[in-house]
């Protein structure tokens, strides 16, 4: 998350300093509720072979089951920070927590495919309620140093969520405990979810609504509807043939969309506040940063889904082994979302198409070095090092932002982020699992995965060097923004 999605009026309202030791489990409560969220995206990836034969779950299945988390997360998000306004920030954290960890309950103890994935969009659901609070209840309740190190360790847990995630998943997959199989990738969030409800009220600070506050409905069904008549028809079309409505509604989607331009526009006229601020995209490179969030992450979506179903299927690793091959590559990924700032911010912007052409070329050889070794660990670490940049987009873009306009701009950005790896899973996952061979081979795939990923980096490599254009050309002149990854 980010500093601007906080209320303007935040600062006026923030609750006075918690002592140390009191903020030390503050801090600990919001951050494992974040982690969990975060967890959820990646643990579920190497448990897919394993789920697949256990409920006979088609590739279109599995596509959903990881995307219905992100679908719902990235749709709701934005809703569900101003949720945090009207109901208090403290409750909706708590209502948040309590529903995420029933649904994950629901997902562990889910009976086929179908009631999995509708608990999976509740599940993502519950987590867009909770974790925009995260960041609220720490502006409020840290200042100066001590949130400076509160948001350190904020995206330390960010990038840590996904190396643990790859790792537990394999991890508990392999264990089996008490024969659950694959069921304890979400059931491991069922004890701790019941330890924050405990200690969360006790330690999180109570805060008051903020108001009245324009939650946009009449957008968020719309936006809702373009993502599902898109996203949809790219999962199931390959199993069912193409069939005339998936064609139709991938038209349908984009009058939707232009519908839902149209309906924000309006809101924005009339002196309210829309979901997403379309008139933001005037800003100077917020056009090219959006563009590589919705590129960067559908890269790095399909290229986590593909990889796991090749790792599992072709080189036959177990689920454990396979999680473990993942850990340079989000490691590295990590490692450069932490150091970023430390390079002189003269060159921060450079840093985003250097990264990308990195990861691009990467991706041509996933398909040569599909045989796994050596040189397959030291291409995916290069690929988390290309993609690590994307932290700096949200800075570098958000400085061309006057402060007034910060929180719908990096809302804009978060959720175009999301929906980034949706159409990931669903467009990257479409095509790996088109190109498989009729005996199962994905080694054929990974050849024609990695091309297809190889393209798509490379317009987020040109969207990067219009931003670095516009960035040279001197045209930012607003209030700069402080944004942290």
């Given amino acids: 998350m980010v500093n601007a999605l906080r209320s303007p009026a935040t600062e006026e309202r923030r609750t006075p300093p918690a002592p140390q030791r009191a903020a030390g489990a503050l801090l600990a409560v919001l951050l494992l509720g974040q982690f969990m969220s975060v967890l959820d995206v990646s643990i579920v990836n190497v448990a897919l072979p394993t789920l697949r034969a256990d409920l006979d779950v088609s590739g279109?299945?599995?596509?959903?089951?990881?995307?219905?988390?992100?679908v719902a997360y990235s749709v709701l998000l934005i809703t569900g920070a101003r949720l945090g306004g009207v109901l208090g920030h403290r409750r909706a954290f708590h209502l948040g927590l309590i529903g995420f960890?029933?649904?994950?309950?629901?997902?562990?103890?889910?009976p086929g495919t179908t009631s999995l994935i509708v608990f999976r969009f509740l599940q993502g659901a519950s987590a867009a309620l909770m974790t925009p609070q995260t960041m609220s209840l720490i502006q409020r309740n840290f200042t100066g140093e001590a949130r400076l190190r509160a948001m350190g360790f904020f995206s330390a847990m960010?990038?840590?969520?996904?190396?643990?995630g790859q790792v537990a998943g394999g991890l508990l997959v392999s264990l089996d405990l008490f024969g659950a199989g694959w069921r304890t990738v979400f059931l491991v969030?069922?004890?701790v979810g019941?330890?924050?409800?405990?200690?969360?009220?006790?330690?999180?600070?109570?805060?008051?609504?903020?108001g009245e506050v324009d939650l946009d409905l009449l957008g968020l069904v719309i936006l809702g509807a373009a993502v599902l008549l898109f996203v949809m028809p790219l999962i199931l079309g390959h199993e069912l043939g193409w069939p005339a409505w998936t064609w139709g509604c991938l038209a349908a989607s984009v009058v939707v969309f232009a519908?839902?331009?149209?309906?924000?526009?309006?809101?924005?006229?009339?002196?309210?506040?829309?979901?997403?601020?379309?008139?933001?995209?005037?800003?100077?490179?917020?056009?090219?940063a959006a563009a590589m969030l919705l590129l960067a992450p559908a890269t790095w979506a399909g290229f986590l889904f593909t990889t796991t179903?090749?790792?599992?299927?072709?080189?036959?690793?177990?689920?454990?082994?396979?999680?473990?091959?993942?850990?340079?590559?989000?490691?590295a990924f990590g490692a450069v979302g932490l150091s970023w700032q430390r390079v002189p911010a003269r060159w921060h912007a450079n840093l985003i198409p250097a990264g990308f052409a990195v990861a691009a070329v990467a991706y041509l050889f996933v398909g040569p070095l599909a045989d796994g070794g050596v040189g397959y660990e030291l291409l995916t670490a290069l690929i988390g090092f290309g993609l690590g940049v994307m932290s700096i987009i949200m800075s570098v873009a958000l400085e061309g932002v006057a402060l007034s306009d910060a929180a719908d701009a990096s809302g804009l950005l978060l959720t175009l982020m999301q929906l980034g790896q949706v159409v990931g899973v669903a467009g990257v996952g479409t095509v790996f699992l088109t190109a498989v061979g009729d005996d199962g081979s994905t080694r054929h795939a990974e050849y024609i995965t990695g091309r297809v990923l190889a393209a798509v980096a490379l317009v987020a490599v040109v969207s990067a060097l219009?931003?670095?254009?516009?960035?040279?050309?001197?045209?930012?002149?607003?209030?700069?923004?402080a944004v942290r990854p």
């Fill in 189 to 191: 969030n069922v004890p």
């Fill in 309 to 331: 179903l090749h790792l599992q299927g072709d080189l036959g690793m177990s689920a454990l082994k396979s999680g473990l091959a993942f850990v340079p590559c989000v490691v």
């Fill in 259 to 288: 519908l839902f331009v149209w309906v924000e526009r309006g809101l924005a006229a009339r002196g309210r506040r829309p979901l997403l601020s379309v008139r933001m995209l005037r800003a100077p490179g917020l056009r090219p």
């Fill in 101 to 110: 960890t029933l649904t994950s309950l629901a997902c562990g103890l889910a």
């Fill in 60 to 70: 279109a299945g599995l596509q959903l089951v990881v995307a219905g988390y992100t």
């Fill in 194 to 210: 019941l330890a924050l409800m405990v200690a969360g009220p006790r330690v999180i600070p109570p805060d008051e609504p903020e």
């Fill in 158 to 164: 960010i990038a840590g969520g996904v190396v643990v």
């Fill in 466 to 481: 219009l931003l670095v254009r516009d960035r040279r050309r001197g045209r930012v002149d607003q209030v700069p923004v």
